[in-house]
Nanobody
Framework: QVQLVESGGGLVQPGGSLRLSCATS????????VAWYRQVPGKELELVAV???????RYTEAVKGRFTISRDGAQNTVSLQMNNLKPEDTAVYYC????????WGQGTQVTVSS
């Protein structure tokens, strides 16, 4: 059974940093497409970053240069390092494996506010 568990969210001031982690079971992250999405209440789910099984990475334009997605094959985790956070990054962040019809974590709240 595939399980994804996010951690690392919280409250941070603008310009600050957070590191989200997605602990996985039931998949091998090096053999899977794993992504981070985010959602603001009342808005559509947005793809933030994806790391594919082949190792290619894609970011949404709004986070390029500030966020970094990476995976740890030994720990079977996928992380999202978020730097220079902005208020508009405030959202619930979800870990996903296998695309939108795949598996989802429960989400972790990120709030960027002074």
């Amino acid at each position: 059974q595939v399980q994804l568990v996010e951690s690392g969210g919280g409250l941070v001031q603008p310009g600050g940093s957070l590191r989200l982690s997605c602990a996985t079971s039931g998949i091998i992250v090096r053999e899977s497409d794993v992504a981070w999405y985010r959602q603001v209440p009342g808005k559509e789910l947005e793809l933030v970053a994806v790391i594919r099984s082949a190792g290619t990475i894609r970011y949404t334009e709004a986070v390029k240069g500030r966020f970094t997605i990476s995976r740890d094959g030994a720990q079977n985790t996928v992380s999202l390092q978020m730097n220079n956070l902005k208020p508009e990054d405030t959202a619930v962040y979800y870990c996903n494996a296998g695309g939108r019809s795949g598996r989802w974590g429960q989400g972790t709240q990120v709030t960027v506010s002074s």
